[in-house]
């Protein structure tokens, strides 16, 4: 869907599929890799989470503690490649899809060296974000690793082609800030694991 491509479109009829070549899109590599990650990582944190209550609740522990390090593990290593499959995939998007890019980021002028906008309510009529924390370069360098690379906006953008921007602004806020929080518990678990392994015996099993 975000690179239709294996069909022709002809009078209102889709024909000449090809499902390989539909599969295998432009934007295919860069969203298998996500999907296959957020598949693990919420897996592996929901599994990971069902065993460290029982465990809590003192229920058959040793099975248990088998068990969430076993889901531990895929939780930890897709937590910490997610960050970087997202940076893959916000890179090939601002290719092929920069009116997505600047919905996401809440980007409405097309500049040079354009600032990382994080959280902040995008007013779509005033075509500003108010409460936002700003990083300069930081989207250029994001989107293009550049940090003087010029980033399109929603201005080059027609207003009729415009995708919504306050809802798509604060889903993908939301998608990083799970991303992040997930990736630090992670490195926690990892330094728990090398400087801090008492902390993970302390009901004495
Ligand atoms: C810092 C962490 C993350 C970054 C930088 C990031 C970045 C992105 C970007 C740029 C896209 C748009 C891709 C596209 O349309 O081609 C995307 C889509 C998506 N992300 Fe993330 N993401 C992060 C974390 C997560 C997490 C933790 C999950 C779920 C557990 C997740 C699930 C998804 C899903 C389901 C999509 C839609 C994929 C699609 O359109 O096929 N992301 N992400």
Redesign the pocket.
């Known amino acids: 869907m975000?690179s239709p491509t294996g069909f022709d479109y002809v009078n209102g009829k889709y024909v000449n599929v090809d499902p390989i070549a539909a599969m295998f899109n432009d934007?295919w590599l860069?969203?298998a890799i996500?999907?296959i990650?957020?598949a693990t990582?919420?897996t592996g944190f929901a599994v990971a989470g069902v065993h460290a209550l029982m465990i809590l609740k003192g229920k058959n522990i040793s099975f248990h503690r088998k068990a969430f390090r076993i889901a531990a593990i895929f939780a930890v290593i897709s937590?910490i490649l997610?960050?970087l499959?997202?940076?893959f995939?916000?890179k090939?998007?601002a290719k092929r899809?920069p009116a997505?890019?600047a919905a996401?980021e809440a980007h409405f002028k097309t500049e040079e060296n354009a600032p990382l906008i994080i959280g902040g309510v995008p007013d779509e009529k005033t075509e500003t974000v108010k409460y936002a924390i700003k990083i300069p370069g930081g989207l250029s360098f994001l989107a293009h690793g550049d940090f003087n690379a010029k980033v399109t906006g929603l201005d080059a953008i027609p207003k009729n082609e415009r995708p919504p921007v306050a809802v798509v602004h604060y889903a993908?806020q939301v998608?990083?800030f799970?991303?992040?929080g997930?990736?630090l518990i992670a490195f926690l678990y990892l330094f728990i694991l090398w400087r801090k392994k008492g902390w993970l015996e302390k009901d004495g099993c």
Do not use: E
Request: net charge negative; charged share 10%; hydrophobic share 55%.
């Open positions: 975000n934007a860069s969203q996500h999907m990650l957020a990582v919420a937590a997610q960050p499959s997202g940076d995939s916000a090939d998007v899809q997505k890019l996401m993908f998608m990083i799970l991303g992040v997930m990736m």
